[in-house]
Every structure is written in structure tokens, then in C-alpha cells.
């Protein structure tokens, strides 16, 4: 990368929060974080020259579209300035991060408003999942089962299992460090839930089947959340740092990024893999190209990632992906405890989306949120003790469009 983009702060809201209860829709979860975010870098509306939306589905949960519309509505100081919607499923947070990014490293603006929402909570389950199901290609895959996600997420499991072998104790222990780890975390959905350990095995009354080999706890939550960061080019984030008696090395910054798209069928991306070494390929080469463009010779070169566990197979697919373990191997990570707080290269501290919540538009700025938050210091009970480089992983659809962030100070 030849321009830095700095990460001068972030907002989250409460992940555990039901906005419709609370008489809150779209407009008020983005206000939280976008002011939360404000505040957090003690910056005004006024500052920033540029802004981004990521939402997937407004429209099918809130018949609401042009969401960058609303950015006026928090702050006067939005008014006027060049702002744009953004979506590509769950990564549609990460594709509003990209636009930013390319902004400020053209030249064309130095500081970028990013935030990302979604509203999930406000209908029934059973609409949500149909709702969700409108990242898959409609009419072509998925339509003839109940739970469109789980079935899509169970086939990536037995994918693993056919190619390689793979045991169910493993993708439950997945979930049980996401759900322990979110306890730490004061956003998380799940922080104050509790378990049995039978919870995270094969007994179906603790946790039930709901498609294939996937139950209950392999699955990422329902949410309603929002997250913003505001990021900035060298001059600003210099002149940023002066003014708070800082350097601009105490600011955290992106130093790599991938982004790779494949075909929208699961069933395609499945069938060019046969006779590669990763299941997706095209995953593991947005990695590379992450790791590349920070210069980093591989995985043992971070403390830590944010990955996308929508569902414990795609955090089980991730490790692999990543380098952690080699191809079909991501078992050995988890017996080791490689993947734990504690261990080589820990995932999802803040819980992911099994543990933290899924809030499909927000989730890849929350995770860069979380990556900057870790390298500063600054993840409180979530922390990784002198973490300095963070990755994240961030996926739409059946992994149609990926992203991934090297995030460092």
C-alpha cells in the first residue's frame, strides 16, 4: 500500500440490544455509532469530507433504502458532503471500508466517516432467515430448504468431511471459545447467556440439529447493531496526532488488504476447488494478498484475527485459509488451543459472530474496529496481551465476496 490509512476511532452499539423493543430502527442504530465514533476522536461532523454506508438488507427488513441519506439527520455537519450506500452481503461493511480507503488513498478526500447497520431483530425469525436468503442466487440454490444458511454452511462442512474428515467435537469447540470469549466483551449479544458443556456436543436436546451437521451453537446470531470508524490519510492523522500531544505511530493504520470475488453458486465455487488444496481458493488468495501488501511473510506474523464465523464451519474453513494449520488440518489448531485468548494466534477475542453478534451490514466494520481497538491497547476484557498487528476476515454470501484487513501500529 502506498498512502497509510489511519484508524482514529470507533463506535460500536450494544449487540445484545432488540432496537424495536426500545421504539429504535435503522436511523437511531447508525446515530449511536456514527456519534459514538465522533466522540471517541474527539472530532467534529464538520471534519470529515467524505462518508460511507454498508447495509445489506434495509430494504427487505425496513423498506428503507438510501441510508447515507440519514447521515444529515445525526450531525449538520454531514450536510452536503459526498456519501454512498454499499452492499455485498455480510461483507458489505468491508466493501464501504474499501471505497473509503481508495478515497483517501487517491488523494480525493483525508477523512472518512465509515459505518455500517443492519436491523434484523423487527420481524420473525423465520422472515429473517428468508431475508438473509437474498444473498444466495433466488431461484437457483437453497430454495427447497427451510433455514437457507445453515443448509448452505452445513454443506461447506461435509465438503471438509468428504475431502479430509472432520468431527463434530471440533466445530463445537469453535463455538464454545467464541461464547467465551464474548462474555468478556460488554457489546456482546451472548455476554450474559449461559451454557451447559453439552451445549457444544451432539446431544440433541442441549443443542439441537437444524440443518445437517450443523446445530444450534455453529450458528452466528440474529442481531441488530451498527459499528463506525473514521479513518484518515497521513496529513490529517498527522496533524490529528499534534493536536492531541500524540505521533502518528500511536495511531493504528491499515497496512494491507484483499479483495477477491467468485461465482454467486455455492456449487460452482465447490466444483472449481476439486483440485486445490483449499476448499476456496480464492479466500486463501485475498489472505495472501492482505499479507502481501503489508509485507508479511505469513500468519505466525500476526496476534491475532477477527474472522467470519457466520457459522463454526467458516471459521473452521478459515484457519486453514489462513495458514494456521495446513489444508484440512484446522483440527490440530483447536486441540492445540492455538486458536484460544491464550494461544499462538488467537480468533475472535471480541466473540465473533457466534458469540459478539451478526449484524450483517456492520460486522466487517466492527471487525476492523476490533483489530484497531486490540493493536492500541484498548480491547479491555477482550485484549491480547501486546498484540501490535490484527487481521480480519470478512465474507458475503456462500464466501462469493471477500475481504481482508492487515491492521497494525
Known amino acids: 500500500m502506498g498512502t497509510r490509512v489511519y484508524i482514529l476511532g470507533g463506535s460500536q452499539t450494544d449487540f445484545a440490544i432488540n432496537a424495536t423493543r426500545n421504539g429504535h430502527g435503522l436511523f437511531e442504530l447508525m446515530r449511536d455509532a456514527v456519534r459514538g465514533a465522533l466522540e471517541s476522536s474527539d472530532l467534529e461532523a464538520s ?51 474499501l471505497a473509503a480507503t481508495a478515497e483517501i488513498e487517491s488523494g480525493r478526500y483525508d477523512s472518512v466517516l465509515v459505518t455500517g447497520v443492519e436491523l434484523e431483530r423487527n420481524v420473525t425469525g423465520d422472515q429473517a432467515a428468508d431475508n438473509l436468503g437474498a444473498a444466495a442466487w433466488a431461484g437457483r440454490e437453497g430454495h427447497n430448504v427451510r433455514y437457507l444458511w445453515p443448509h448452505m454452511f452445513s454443506r461447506l462442512g461435509e465438503e471438509y468431511d468428504r475431502r479430509y474428515g472432520l ?93 477477491r470475488t467468485a461465482h454467486m453458486l455455492y456449487e460452482e465455487k465447490i466444483l472449481r476447488s476439486q483440485s486445490d488444496r483449499y476448499v476456496f481458493p480464492h479466500i486463501a488468495q485475498a489472505i495472501q494478498d492482505a499479507f502481501s501488501r503489508a509485507s508479511l511473510t505469513g500468519v505466525d506474523a500476526l496476534d491475532g484475527i477477527e474472522t467470519h ?39 475472535n477475542p471480541s466473540g465473533g459472530l457466534i458469540g459478539l453478534g451478526h449484524p450483517v451490514g456492520a460486522t466487517g466494520v466492527r471487525m476492523l474496529l476490533d483489530a484497531a481497538k486490540q493493536v492500541s491497547g484498548r480491547a479491555e476484557g477482550c485484549q491480547i496481551e501486546g498484540a501490535k498487528r490484527f487481521a480480519t476476515l470478512n465474507i458475503g454470501g456462500s464466501a462469493t465476496t471477500v475481504v481482508s484487513f492487515i491492521v497494525e501500529r
Open 309 to 347: 464465523d457466520c457459522f463454526s464451519t467458516t471459521q473452521y474453513m478459515a484457519i486453514d485459509h489462513f495458514g494456521i494449520t495446513a489444508p484440512g488440518e484446522s483440527w490440530k489448531a483447536i486441540e492445540n488451543g492455538d486458536i484460544e485468548k491464550s494461544g499462538r494466534i488467537p480468533m
Open 47 to 97: 471534519a470529515l469530507q467524505s462518508a460511507h454506508v454498508g447495509n445489506f438488507a434495509g430494504e427487505l427488513f425496513c423498506h428503507q433504502g438510501q441510508l447515507n441519506g440519514m447521515l444529515a439527520a445525526i450531525d449538520d455537519g454531514f450536510w452536503g458532503i459526498p456519501s454512498g450506500r454499499h452492499e455485498a452481503a455480510c461483507a458489505s461493511g468491508s466493501i464501504a471500508l
Open 167 to 259: 468431527r463434530y467435537e471440533h466445530l463445537g469447540r469453535i463455538s464454545q471459545v467464541n461464547i467465551e470469549n464474548a462474555r468478556h466483551n460488554p457489546f456482546a449479544q451472548t455476554r450474559k447467556w449461559t451454557f451447559e458443556d453439552s451445549s457444544f456436543t451432539e446431544d440433541d436436546q442441549a443443542n439441537p440439529v437444524i440443518d445437517g451437521m450443523l446445530r444450534r451453537q455453529d450458528c452466528g446470531q440474529v442481531t441488530d447493531g451498527a459499528a463506525a470508524v473514521i479513518l484518515a490519510g497521513e496529513g490529517f492523522a498527522t496533524e490529528y496526532a499534534k493536536r492531541r500531544g500524540l505521533t502518528i505511530e500511536d495511531i493504528p493504520y491499515i497496512s494491507g488488504w484483499g479483495h
